[in-house]
């Protein structure tokens, strides 16, 4: 079955650039998907089909995918992005088709 | 709106069986994706089950044989049957839309309950 790797944590100041990485065999040729959980709450789609963003969600956060990586950027980084974060792909090939990445601890020192 | 309320949890015996259920509202269950996805204590997310056009289903090998994915389309309501439930069931299990089915886009959750608590505890 496909597996989605990402780093436990990830730690930045605040006003700086996060990137969080997602990888994946020939992940480019997939759409990714991305989910923001804060403690206590359910997850919330931050970014879909690589780098679209829903609504609400702040020109700050951005998504790329190429290759055997895709990559969730957060921009001017503020205390409130403080979360866990996972990325997600559809797998059509598979009988349980929905893979979730293990997820990243963003911290804001 | 769209939303969607997990009910049907709490705390069951090893071996024992529970159903969650899954109220939506603002759209139908019958056109999308219905999903649920659980989250142990501590633990990342871990994609469960998933139901569309009617008789489609798949699971995670975890939950396969032990678990039944349905829905009531008069009622606008998903469910869940656990069966057979270990201590490594425990877990916050949240339901969550799909794309709709036919739609020519990808596969997102674009929607989540706000989760239900399901303890297996002796």
């Known amino acids: 079955s496909y597996v989605l790797t990402q780093p436990p944590s990830v730690s930045v100041a605040p006003g700086k650039t996060a990137r969080i990485t997602c990888g994946g065999n020939?992940?480019?040729?997939?759409?990714v998907h991305w989910y923001q959980q804060k403690p206590g709450q359910a997850p919330v789609m931050v970014i879909y089909?690589?780098?679209d963003r829903p609504s609400g969600i702040p020109e700050r956060v951005s998504g790329s995918n190429s290759g055997n990586t895709a990559t969730l950027t957060i921009s001017r980084v503020e205390a409130g992005d403080e979360a866990d974060y996972y990325c997600?792909?559809?797998?059509?090939?598979?009988?349980?088709?929905?893979?979730f990445g293990g997820g990243t601890k963003l911290t804001v020192l | 709106e769209v939303q969607l309320e997990e009910s049907g949890g709490g705390l069951i015996q090893p071996g024992g069986s529970l159903r969650l259920s899954c109220a939506a509202s603002?759209?139908?269950?019958?056109?999308?994706?219905m999903n649920w996805v659980r989250q142990a204590p501590g633990k990342g997310l871990e994609w469960v089950s998933v139901?569309?056009?009617?008789?489609?289903?798949h699971y995670a090998d975890s939950v396969k044989g032990r678990f039944t994915i349905s829905r009531d389309n008069s009622k606008n309501t998903v469910y869940l049957q656990m069966n057979s439930l270990g201590a490594q069931d425990t877990a916050v299990y949240y339901c969550?839309?799909?794309?709709?089915?036919?739609?020519?886009?990808?596969?997102?959750?674009?929607?989540w309950g706000r989760g239900a608590l399901v303890t297996v505890s002796s």
């Open positions: 020939n992940i480019g040729s997939k759409s």
């Open positions: 603002g759209f139908s269950v019958s056109r999308y994706y």
């Open positions: 139901i569309y056009s009617g008789v489609s289903t």
């Open positions: 969550a839309r799909g794309p709709e089915v036919g739609g020519s886009g990808s596969f997102h959750l674009d929607y």
């Open positions: 997600q792909v559809w797998d059509s090939s598979s009988d349980h088709p929905v893979v």
């Open positions: 089909y690589d780098s």
